[in-house]
């Protein structure tokens, strides 16, 4: 049988395989991995994914990327899987996977269904697309429960007021 591929934004197939290092380039990536990746497996993310965020502990201790990181820097985390958001820069691409890391790229991440296709995607990364569908199934159930109750309780008042001696 021939192993699954996943094409990435911007038209690269990659082949599916049990990544053991992972490091992160955005904060909605960031933010997906904290959810459904295994401890350990994540080597590195934005500085985004820290206190006060309410899932900053599970991934906590990793390296954070700084968003000037030379080359150097980034290939000393020896990750086997880059993922990133809208990375227009081939020549960083071409040197990561020189240096042997796979590098996929998410695309632009800016509303509910593509951030819900970017979740799918990285579950199948993971080896575990059931994990995507579960997160995006909360997030769903969450978005609803918030839509269904308004965020402010209604104000409540009464006006009275002094018109000549009434």
Known sequence: PSAATLTDARGHTVTIR????????SLVVDGILAEIAEPGRVVATTSWLTPPHPRAHRLAGL??????????????????????????????????????????DVGPVGDTEATAR??????????????GDALNATIARRADGLRRRPLAPPRRG?????????
């Open 18 to 25: 049990a990544w053991r290092r992972i490091a992160s380039a």
């Open 63 to 104: 390296p954070h990327l700084s968003p000037g990181a030379g080359p150097e820097a980034l290939l000393a985390l020896r990750a086997d899987l880059w993922i990133v958001s809208d990375l227009r820069d081939e020549a960083a691409r071409a040197r990561l996977e020189e240096a042997g890391a796979t590098v996929f």
């Open 118 to 131: 970017v979740t799918r995607e990285i579950a199948t990364l993971l080896g575990d697309p059931a994990r």
């Open 158 to 166: 009464l006006y009275l007021s002094v018109a000549g001696d009434s």
